[in-house]
């Protein structure tokens, strides 16, 4: 019998297409391991800034020692010193889903103590304004209630979501149990505006320009570390504290 040319034709075509499909789904698979992958390292990675503000001045020594916002026992052995920016993406990351287990398992243990220093990026219009809220709410004893909740509705005030934060930041303070009066004076006349920049002028003095970065007695960590890097830094700084302690 004869061969019939347009049969082969079509069992070959049938063959490619079959085998077109594999082919494909593999290549997307691999663009949408490549995109998840991109955006986990977008979401982990530290911000850094472009420059320092213009307005802090040429002698940093002008404004004062830093004064940042300390959580946990001031004797501790460790000190965990954190740099960052309240509109900052991996800053939030940290806040909201690192640093409950932080705070229990670290702070409120007495292993290690937090300082919290601001560090506003340029590029963040609201980051001041974040800052700003944050200092008067310690004013009334409550920073860490307001830092909270500034990181966890960063997306409802950031750079892009509104021209004027302040509304935002005053329904929190009414959250968090403030005096709204006070508050908003406080707020409106940039109180501490010395402080910001103060603690802003001690992130230059240590050489970092990313956020967040951490400083664990010592040792400079950056980026969103997971809870275990942060437990690890802890851990090896309080033996060698205790080793040069006992080496005395």
């Given at each position: 019998?004869?061969?019939?040319?347009?049969?082969?034709?079509?069992?070959?075509?049938?063959?490619?297409a079959?085998?077109r499909?594999?082919?494909?789904?593999?290549?997307?698979g691999a663009?949408?391991?490549?995109?998840?992958?991109?955006?986990?390292?977008?979401?982990?990675?530290p911000?850094a800034?472009i420059?320092?503000?213009?307005?802090l001045?040429a002698?940093?020594?002008?404004?004062?020692?830093?004064?940042?916002?300390?959580?946990?026992?001031?004797n501790?052995?460790?000190?965990?010193h954190?740099?960052?920016?309240?509109?900052?993406?991996?800053?939030?990351?940290?806040?909201v889903i690192?640093?409950?287990?932080?705070?229990?398992r670290?702070?409120?243990?007495?292993?290690?103590?937090?300082?919290?220093?601001?560090?506003?990026?340029?590029?963040h219009?609201h980051?001041?304004?974040?800052?700003?809220?944050?200092?008067?709410?310690?004013?009334q004893g409550?920073?860490?209630?307001?830092?909270?909740?500034?990181?966890?509705?960063?997306?409802?005030?950031?750079?892009?979501?509104?021209?004027?934060?302040?509304?935002?930041?005053?329904?929190?303070?009414?959250?968090?149990?403030?005096?709204?009066?006070?508050?908003?004076?406080?707020?409106?006349?940039?109180?501490?505006?010395?402080?910001?920049?103060?603690?802003?002028?001690?992130?230059?003095r240590?050489?970092?320009?990313s956020?967040?970065?951490?400083?664990?007695?010592?040792?400079?960590?950056?980026?969103?570390?997971?809870?275990?890097?942060?437990?690890?830094a802890?851990?090896?700084?309080?033996?060698?504290t205790?080793?040069?302690d006992?080496?005395?």
């Amino acid at each position: 019998m004869a061969a019939n040319p347009s049969g082969g034709r079509r069992s070959r075509r049938a063959r490619s297409a079959s085998s077109r499909p594999n082919s494909f789904y593999l290549i997307l698979g691999a663009i949408a391991l490549v995109g998840v992958g991109g955006l986990a390292y977008v979401a982990l990675k530290p911000e850094a800034a472009i420059a320092p503000p213009a307005d802090l001045p040429a002698d940093l020594a002008e404004l004062g020692p830093p004064q940042p916002y300390v959580r946990g026992d001031p004797n501790a052995p460790v000190q965990i010193h954190e740099f960052a920016d309240f509109e900052c993406p991996s800053c939030a990351r940290f806040a909201v889903i690192t640093e409950p287990d932080v705070r229990t398992r670290i702070i409120d243990a007495g292993r290690a103590n937090l300082s919290y220093y601001d560090l506003p990026l340029p590029q963040h219009l609201h980051s001041y304004p974040a800052s700003h809220a944050a200092a008067c709410a310690d004013e009334q004893g409550r920073f860490w209630e307001m830092h909270d909740r500034i990181y966890e509705a960063q997306d409802s005030w950031s750079t892009g979501r509104t021209n004027n934060p302040k509304n935002r930041f005053r329904d929190m303070a009414r959250t968090v149990g403030l005096n709204l009066s006070q508050w908003e004076e406080c707020y409106d006349s940039k109180k501490y505006q010395r402080r910001i920049d103060a603690n802003h002028a001690e992130a230059i003095r240590q050489g970092i320009n990313s956020t967040p970065s951490f400083i664990v007695n010592g040792q400079v960590l950056r980026g969103a570390i997971s809870f275990d890097a942060l437990n690890e830094a802890v851990t090896k700084a309080a033996a060698a504290t205790q080793s040069g302690d006992t080496a005395r």
